[in-house]
């Protein structure tokens, strides 16, 4: 028989958020995040000066989440931790802390792929929320990863299109840099991008085949365009920052929008949910609802706590994992690379 209470620690420790969450079955009770702003002034993450932090935060933010649910830790069922991928000194963190803890309280350990929990977050019961039916197509952009994904059920996974260079939050914070605005820059270029023109200035889609992406053409193409017009206007940026933000958005929308048509096209797939960082981004969320009415697309967008790193959705997935019986042993290991 199912046990009906089903408490889960989840950890999360792929980059450079320590984040702890514990659920109820799929109901998220805390879902607590410690960023690391010491990576600003080096404008990108620093992984020894990430794992570093991780150890310091790992202990407060499990706390933290414990006492934000009310929950006691002999009264958890299991612990979920992030295996992988992400930067190795930072997933030993948070899969040390998590077998240690599991092997004290005696209660089964489960390895969760990061990538799996951004898209299964659309998993989490949240009131109002409606979550999609196998199969359906997932579209996951963040930092490190582009890719569409047809997800047959919550551990039938298929990858049917990714980037070949570039993922597309390297081209929004690569982008930002070239402008001179500080990291992360991708929610800037969203910020600025909603008060500017988005065709006041063109830049030519990559044509790659297939259901793949690239990104690195666009990063070059943006580069030698700022610096022909700053030779022209040493105030170009200044006075066009809002146009150029919103023009760099719009191509990149495009860019994503092009290939999950064809993804529908070939698969007859109308579900679309999206997830990872970067679907945070104002300019995508609005494409997505306005296809529902355009293409006949039902979409899927999760809250925005549950799209950059987060443990909740590490969670969701240890709670499938949990009812499955795919538990672990102590001798897991973190791997910075993962099999899909």
């Not at 932090?53 to 069922?77: F, G, S």
């Not at 920052?241 to 860019?255: G, K, M, R």
């Not at 697309?297 to 443990?311: G, L, M, R, V």
């Not at 672990?328 to 690379?337: G, L, N, Q, Y």
Request: net charge negative.
């Amino acid at each position: 028989m199912q046990n009906p209470e089903v408490f889960i620690l989840a950890i999360e420790s792929s980059c450079d958020d320590t984040a702890a969450a514990v659920l109820l079955n799929d109901k998220v009770l805390s879902n607590i995040v410690a960023n690391q702003l010491i990576h600003t002034e080096f404008g990108g993450v620093v992984p020894e000066l990430a794992s570093r932090a991780h150890q310091q935060n790992i202990v407060p933010v499990i706390d933290a989440a414990l006492k934000k649910a009310n929950v006691k830790k002999e009264q958890l069922t299991a612990i979920a931790f992030t295996q992988g991928p992400g930067l190795m000194g930072s997933l030993l963190v948070g899969s040390s802390f998590a077998k240690s803890m599991a092997i004290s309280l005696q209660i089964p350990l489960l390895a969760v792929n990061h990538m799996h929990a951004h898209i299964l977050a659309h998993f989490i019961d949240e009131e109002g929320y409606n979550k999609p039916t196998f199969p359906f197509l997932a579209l996951t952009i963040s930092g490190g990863h582009t890719q569409i994904v047809k997800v047959n059920h919550f551990f039938d996974m298929e990858i049917i299109g990714e980037t070949t260079d570039d993922a597309v939050g390297e081209a929004f914070d690569k982008s930002a840099k070239i402008l001179g605005l500080p990291y992360p820059g991708g929610p800037l270029v969203d910020k600025f991008a909603q008060e500017g023109n988005p065709k006041a200035f063109a830049f030519t889609k990559p044509k790659v085949p297939d259901l793949d992406f690239s990104f690195s053409g666009l990063k070059t193409a943006i580069l030698y365009f700022i610096q022909k017009k700053k030779l022209e206007n040493s105030e170009f940026i200044n006075e066009n920052l809002a146009d150029i933000c919103a023009s760099i958005q719009h191509t990149i929308i495009e860019i994503l929008m092009d290939k999950l048509k064809l993804a529908v096209k070939e698969t007859g797939i109308k579900q679309i949910a999206i997830g990872g960082g970067v679907s945070a981004n104002s300019g995508i969320r609005k494409t997505l609802k306005e296809a529902e009415s355009k293409y006949g697309w039902t979409t899927f967008i999760p809250k925005f706590e549950y799209t950059t790193d987060n443990a909740a959705m590490i969670g969701i997935v240890g709670y499938q994992k949990y009812l499955s019986n795919h538990f672990e042993t102590a001798t897991v290991v973190s791997k910075a690379r993962i099999q899909f």
